[in-house]
C-alpha cells in the first residue's frame, strides 16, 4: 500500500502535508481512491470557509459511490484545487501529488493528534 | 462464505477488486471500470456471468406450462433456439424475477435467472410444476459456466477462441441461440452492444477466458456491467424492479402480454393494478453530482424516484432510470435532490446509448 512517509493521515483517508507557511494541504490517500474507483465528481468547500475538526467539507464521487471528505482540523480555506474539479481522475491517477484544498489551522498544534503513516496503515488493517 | 463461480481464481489472479454480489464472490473491476466499459462500448469485453442459473425444463407440455407460469408469451417463440426475454411474476403482479427463455426443442426450454434470486426462482418454478404439470423435471444446470463477450469485434473474437463455431453461428440472428459441440452460444447480452454469452461445461471456462483474453478480449467486472446496462436502458432486478413493483410501472408493460387470452400467473392482480407511474430516463443538467437509486425527483405533476442511477462513461454525464408520475414527458426539466441541493435533470426516453454511441443531444 502506499502511504507516504512525510504526510500525516486520518482515519477517514486523508492526508495532510504542512506547508512552510503553515498551511494544510489535504487530499485523500492512495487507499481511499482505489477503494472508490473512478473518480466522476469532486466538490470542494469554498476559500474562506471556516471549518470545524471533523466537519464534512468536501464530496468526492466514483461511478460506484459519494464519499464526504471531512476536515482534519480546525480552520479556514485558504485555497481550492479547481484543476481536479475538472479532472477528478487525476486523483485515480496520483492521489499525493492532486491534493483538494488547503486549510489554515486555527492551532498549528492541532495536527500533533493527528495519525502517521505508520498508524494509517494499521488503521485499515495493512501490515506493510 | 461466499459461493464461486469456476473463474474465481482467474479473477484473483488478474488482481481483480472482488465483491459480495448476491452471496456470490465477484468481480466489479480489475483496473479502471471505465476503461472496460469503453472497451465494450469500441472494441470487446468480457464478463463471467457464472453466477446465474440455467433451469433446464424439459418434458411434454413444457410449453403450456411456461404460457401459464411466465408474463412474456413463450408462443412468439416459434424457431428452436429462440430466446424470449420476460418477468416471472406472483400471484399479486410483483415481479419475482427477470429471465430469459430459450426454446430447444418441443419438451425442452432453458430459463437463465439472476444469482440472487435463482433459489427463490426454482422454488417457486417446483411449486407451479408440482401443482399444473408434475410430469415435468427442472434441472439447475450449476454444471455450466457463463462468459458474456459483449461488444463491436465480440463476435470476431470468438471466433478466433472457437474457429469450428463460426459456421454455425456467423448467421445467427440476434435473440437466437445454437449449441455448438460443448459449447451454447446465444447472440445475447445486457449492455446494448453485439455479442455473444457462451454457456460451457464449468471445469472448461478457465481455459475458454484465458483464450479469450489471448484473442484480446478485455476482463470486465461487474461495474462496466452496470453502467453499460444502465445506458442501454436495461432493468437490473432488485433496483429497478423487485416484488413490491408493478411490472406496468418499471417500464416492463412490453414485456407483459396482457393482449392475449391465455391466463398466467398476476395476470388477474395487474389487470386490477392500471400504472399509476412511469419508468423512463433522467440526464443530468446540472453537473453538480451523480444520479443515484432512491433520490427524489421533483415534477410539476408529483413527486417520483431514481431507482438506478450513475455516471455514464459514453454521455460524460449522469444518467438515470426513475419512476415519474404519469403525464411528465420527454424533454421536461425535473429537480433530483441530491445530498443539500436540487438539480435539474431533464426526462429522456432511454436507451442512452448503444452500439458505441450516443442517443442522447
Same mark, same amino acid.
Given at each position: ?6 504526510? /500525516? ?7 495532510? +502535508? ?45 461511478? /460506484? ?43 498549528? $498544534? ?19 | ?65 411456461? +404460457? ?49 434470486? $435463482? ?147 398476476? /395476470? ?23 444520479? +443515484? ?45 441530491? +445530498? ?22
Amino acid at each position: 500500500m502506499n502511504v507516504p512517509s512525510d504526510l /500525516k493521515y486520518t482515519a477517514s483517508h486523508e492526508w495532510i +502535508r504542512t506547508e512552510a507557511d503553515g498551511a494544510l494541504t489535504i487530499g485523500i490517500t492512495d487507499h481511499a481512491q482505489e477503494a472508490l474507483g473512478d473518480l466522476v465528481f469532486i466538490e470542494l468547500p469554498a476559500v474562506g470557509r471556516v471549518l470545524a475538526a471533523g466537519e464534512s467539507c468536501a464530496v468526492v464521487e466514483s461511478v /460506484k459511490a459519494a464519499s464526504d471528505i471531512y476536515a482534519p482540523v480546525a480552520g479556514s480555506v485558504v485555497a481550492q484545487n479547481d484543476a481536479v474539479v475538472a479532472a477528478p481522475e487525476n486523483v485515480n491517477a496520483d492521489a499525493y501529488s492532486n491534493w483538494l484544498f488547503k486549510l489554515k489551522p486555527v492551532n498549528a $498544534a492541532d495536527t500533533a493528534g493527528l495519525l502517521d503513516a505508520a498508524g494509517y496503515a494499521a488503521s485499515v488493517g495493512d501490515a506493510g | 462464505m461466499l459461493k464461486q463461480t469456476p473463474l474465481n481464481t482467474a479473477h484473483r489472479a488478474l488482481g481483480a477488486k472482488m465483491v459480495d454480489f448476491g452471496g456470490w464472490d465477484m468481480p466489479v473491476s480489475y483496473g479502471s471500470q471505465i476503461d472496460e466499459h469503453h472497451a465494450v462500448r469500441r472494441d470487446a469485453g468480457m464478463f463471467d456471468v457464472s453466477h446465474m442459473l440455467a433451469v433446464d425444463l424439459r418434458g411434454p407440455g413444457a410449453r403450456d406450462f411456461l +404460457r401459464y407460469a411466465l408474463a412474456n408469451n413463450v408462443d412468439k417463440l416459434t424457431v428452436r433456439g429462440k430466446a424470449l426475454y420476460s418477468c416471472l411474476l406472483a400471484h399479486d403482479g410483483g415481479v419475482l424475477d427477470d429471465l430469459i427463455v430459450y426454446f430447444l426443442d418441443d419438451d425442452w426450454f432453458r430459463i437463465v435467472v439472476n444469482a440472487g434470486t $435463482a433459489d427463490k426462482d426454482v422454488a417457486w418454478l417446483r411449486t407451479l410444476i408440482a401443482a399444473r404439470a408434475p410430469q415435468l423435471a427442472l434441472n439447475e444446470r450449476r454444471d455450466l459456466a457463463m462468459i458474456a463477450v459483449q461488444g463491436p469485434s465480440a463476435r470476431e473474437r470468438v471466433w478466433r477462441v472457437l474457429p469450428g463455431c463460426r459456421d454455425a453461428t456467423a448467421a445467427l440472428k440476434p435473440f437466437m441461440a445454437v449449441e455448438c459441440g460443448e459449447h451454447f452460444i446465444a447472440r445475447t447480452g445486457y449492455t446494448g452492444e453485439d455479442g455473444f454469452e457462451v454457456m460451457l461445461p464449468a471445469p472448461r471456462a478457465v481455459e475458454f477466458w484465458e483464450s479469450l483474453a489471448a484473442a484480446g478480449v478485455r476482463p470486465c467486472g461487474l461495474g462496466a456491467r452496470d453502467t453499460l446496462r444502465l445506458e442501454a436502458g436495461m432493468n437490473l432486478y432488485g433496483q429497478d424492479m423487485d416484488e413490491h413493483e408493478n411490472p406496468l410501472e418499471s417500464g416492463l408493460a412490453w414485456t407483459v402480454d396482457l393482449a392475449s387470452p391465455r391466463d398466467f400467473v398476476g /395476470k388477474a392482480a395487474l389487470l386490477q393494478r392500471p400504472p399509476r407511474r412511469q419508468f423512463i430516463g433522467l440526464l443530468l443538467i446540472d453537473k453538480a453530482g451523480v444520479l +443515484r437509486a432512491h433520490q427524489k425527483v421533483r415534477t410539476a405533476l408529483g413527486d417520483g424516484e431514481v431507482t438506478s442511477g450513475t455516471f455514464s462513461p459514453t454521455l460524460s454525464a449522469s444518467i438515470a432510470l426513475a419512476r415519474l408520475p404519469l403525464g411528465v414527458a420527454p424533454g421536461e426539466d425535473v429537480r433530483v435532490t441530491i +445530498r443539500d441541493k436540487e438539480l435539474v435533470a431533464r426526462v429522456v426516453k432511454p436507451p442512452f446509448a448503444r452500439h458505441g454511441k450516443s442517443l442522447v443531444q
